[in-house]
């Protein structure tokens, strides 16, 4: 890895008796979209927050490009942009007198500050509603906003805390490859989401937390190939699933395999060579298949695999 911009070691933060990140550590690349995946409650805007210099670490280290950012958080500020989970915004001000507030924040001002405002607000596609005041914005162009918030003062390192959720798919399509752009334009990116999908389509790597602390890290691809595995659910005649279970444990290439409302559960590392044995066994007990669900490996899978439980609620 080229020296990197960011730099977790041991970090800590407990609320009470709670540990809310338990000796997290990873490093991000320069130019590296970085995705921190976890289910609600993993620790994910706690870590956040002591990386943007919000909160104290009970423990550890940051660096950000070499500085210490315990020791030195005004050092840092210029360097990062944060959007945070919760929209931050003023609905009252138009869209470019708040990129102007939160420009001003950073110290910029006159023609640089109004340059940064016009030019963040054409990279989130707002340019043309940019003097309409932000309650009279659709929630999805509330976080393109927010989005340009982060941005206006020229971060070299964006931490994006969740930033498509309640966005409807066409907004979140659009906030993911404004994401892209700007990680192409030179940007590194920490992305936080329990959006598995975008993950997998947006990071070069993935560290996956669960209870604050990390359980694996790679690229979505490296995970996926070590860990993951394939799911398929048929639907089956009355009982036949029941049925199946006991004798489908038994074939070498189905994995976990449960019954659930009529449904047959069966995973497998090779989805297809994994169907073609159910076909076999469905055939020989006459077992006509009512519906048949395919899912490849996925992060999804994966981390089903790694913590036993499901990143959705
Ligand atoms: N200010 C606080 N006071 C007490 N407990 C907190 C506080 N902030 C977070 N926690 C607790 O720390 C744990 C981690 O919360 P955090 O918000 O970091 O999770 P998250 O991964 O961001 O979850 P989500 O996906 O829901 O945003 C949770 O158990 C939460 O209840
Ligand atoms: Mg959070």
């Known amino acids: 890895m080229d020296a990197p911009i960011l730099r977790v070691e041991d970090l800590v933060k407990s609320f009470g008796s709670r540990r809310a990140v338990d000796g997290l550590s990873f490093a991000v690349a320069p130019k590296e979209i970085f995705g921190l995946l976890g289910p609600n409650g993993a620790g994910k805007s706690t870590t956040i927050g002591m990386l943007v210099t919000l909160a104290r670490p009970d423990g550890g280290r940051i660096e950000i490009a070499g500085?210490?950012?315990?020791?030195?958080?005004?050092?840092?500020?210029?360097?990062?942009?944060?959007?945070?989970?919760?929209?931050?915004?003023?609905?009252?001000?138009?869209?470019?007198?708040?990129l102007a507030f939160f420009g001003r924040i950073y110290g910029l001002g006159g023609r640089k500050l109004a340059e940064r405002v016009e030019a963040v607000l054409e990279v989130v596609g707002l340019r043309e509603r940019g003097g309409d005041l932000v309650?009279?914005?659709?929630?999805?162009?509330?976080r393109r906003l927010n989005l340009a918030a982060g941005l206006v003062h020229g971060p070299k390192l964006l931490f994006l805390d969740e930033p498509t959720v309640g966005v409807d798919p066409q907004s979140?399509?659009?906030?993911?490859?404004?994401?892209?752009?700007?990680?192409?334009?030179?940007?590194?990116?920490?992305?936080?989401?329990?959006y598995m999908e975008e993950v997998q389509r947006l990071c070069d790597r993935v560290a996956i937390v669960d209870e604050g602390r990390l359980l694996a890290l790679d690229s979505p691809k490296a995970l996926i190939a070590e860990l993951g595995e394939g799911l398929l659910v048929i639907g089956l005649p009355e009982g036949g699933a029941e049925a199946l279970t006991a004798c489908a444990t038994t074939v070498n290439a189905l994995g976990k395999v449960t019954a659930r409302d009529g449904l047959l559960y069966v995973e497998a590392r090779n989805v297809?060579?994994?169907l073609l044995e159910l076909l076999d066994l469905c055939s020989v007990r006459e077992l006509g298949l009512g519906s048949l669900q395919v899912l490849e490996p996925s992060l999804e899978s994966v981390f089903l695999r790694l913590t036993g439980k499901r990143l959705r609620d």
């Not at 944060?82 to 931050?88: D, F, K, N, R």
């Not at 309650?135 to 509330?142: D, I, L």
């Open 272 to 274: 297809n060579k994994a």
């Open 67 to 98: 500085i210490d950012v315990v020791r030195e958080p005004e050092r840092v500020r210029p360097l990062i942009g944060y959007v945070p989970q919760e929209l931050a915004l003023y609905p009252a001000l138009s869209a470019r007198d708040n």
């Open 135 to 142: 309650r009279t914005f659709s929630g999805g162009m509330m």
């Open 172 to 194: 979140r399509n659009s906030i993911l490859e404004h994401v892209l752009r700007l990680r192409d334009e030179g940007l590194t990116i920490l992305y936080t989401s329990h």
